[in-house]
């Protein structure tokens, strides 16, 4: 698009024209937007598009569509957080990331669905129809940034925000086929967060492709003066190209915090380690023995769900999905003692995990341990029958990981189960090495899109 525009083959009119046509087709089929704001956006295009006959100089993403999630505020426009509860909510300011995507010059055109506040893996929330794949229409997008995935994978735009609190960038990507990068805590900034120094929830991009990925990125990352937590050191997210990935020393973990995966996603996986390693990368299959994260996970991020939300309970009880309600009374259960305990854990598990991969530069597991799972039903692995373990929001330790560490991390498409399911491999990197996990996941799609699949 930005090479399409700069050779004025398109024109930001045109090219939000047809976002705004297809978006309109997508949020009827699939459900993956909940507000589309086109004429805003047309007039946007237009001043850009004026801008672009002068001699100024013009921002790196000048005229190109954004859908932003709507848990983000955005000026002006209705911000629902997935929630009937604030349905009719028109912010009066920015939040940072969006602010930034302005600055870029990106043009905001759309709010994408999401599951009420972002405490879900599923699509659904009180405010309409659930979120359909578009790769397997009777099947989920997953969560919680569902209408972001439905949004790219059906093709409105090459990429689009999303947040990742626990794998919400990598668990939809997954799922419907498509790149989800969640990059070093502190890239993108978090505010008006309620808490600030809980550095748990990341802003991330869902992309067409890796490059496209790196391009989102121009729109989302930078500084800002609210975030105390911010990484305000520049990066050349274009020039990921330039790491050199195949001194670097890897690892494939298949069991990364569960019991068991389905042969068909480990199928794929293995398969894409084997061509990572035949172009030079050292990778060996490692079993992590971790201890057990899921329940003081939970007793970090249920409390503070209670006290932002917990008086709905009372006085909208109706307005509140069940899911919800159960992290609410969950959170509410939680003494001040197992809070801290919990912090406590996180701190040493960091320097445990930090310790264990000593001399790893990049770790390579499933996203998920399964693919798409259908409609209104909760996830299976192995092609059980029994739902996946634990509350939803915690139930998939192989993403999760990363948002206590940190780390970047990015899942991309790299199969399908027999029955056309996407299936998405998980490459992560150490805190701040966001371009050598871009280059690995670009190097792998390159080598996927030039090797003849196998029959399942």
Known sequence: ML????????????????????????????????TIDADTAL??????????????????????????????DTAGLRTTYGSPLFGDHVPTQDCAVVDNARKSGAIVFAKTNTPAFAHNDSSDNLLGPSVRNPRVPTHSS???????????????????????????????????????????YGRVPAWPHRDLWAARTHHGVLARTVEDAAVGMLALAGASDFDPLVNS?????????????????????????????????ARCCRRAVQLLQREGL?????????????????DLWHPPVARQLGSFLESRPDAVDETLKDIIR??????????????????????????????????????LPCAAWPLGQLPTIGGGTAP???????????VYLFNILGWPAISIPCGTTPDG??????????????????????????????????QP
């Open 233 to 265: 050191s520049p990066v050349d997210w274009l020039g990921y190209g330039q790491q050199d990935v195949r001194r670097q020393t890897g690892v494939y973990v298949e069991q990364l915090g569960v019991d068991a995966v389905d042969p068909d996603v």
């Open 421 to 454: 399911r996407p299936v998405g491999l998980q490459i992560v990197t150490r805190k701040d090495q966001d371009l050598c996990c871009l280059k690995i996941a670009d190097l792998l799609e390159q080598l996927l899109l030039s090797s003849p699949h196998p």
């Open 388 to 398: 996946a373990f634990g509350i939803s929001g915690s139930r998939w330790e192989s």
């Open 142 to 184: 997953a969560g919680s940034s569902s209408g972001a995935a439905a949004a790219v994978a059906a093709g409105v735009s090459p990429f689009a925000h999303g947040t990742d609190g626990s794998g919400s960038v990598r668990i939809p990507a997954s799922v419907c086929g498509i790149v989800g990068f969640k990059p070093s």
């Open 330 to 367: 969950r959170g509410q259960a939680v003494s001040i003692e197992r809070f801290l305990a919990a912090r406590e854990a996180r701190s040493r598990f960091h320097t445990q995990f930090t310790r264990r991969m000593a001399g790893v530069s990049f770790i390579v597991s499933p996203t």
């Open 3 to 34: 090479r399409e525009m700069a050779a004025r083959r398109l024109s930001p009119v045109e090219l939000m024209q047809a976002t705004l046509d297809r978006a309109e087709e997508v949020k009827r089929d699939y459900a993956a937007f909940i």
């Open 282 to 298: 050292a990778i060996d299959e490692r079993h992590l023995d971790l201890e057990p994260t899921h329940d003081w996970y939970c």
């Open 43 to 72: 007039a946007r295009a237009r001043h850009v598009e004026q801008e672009m006959g002068s001699a100024k100089p013009q921002p790196p993403l000048a005229g190109i569509p954004i859908a932003f999630k709507d848990t983000e």
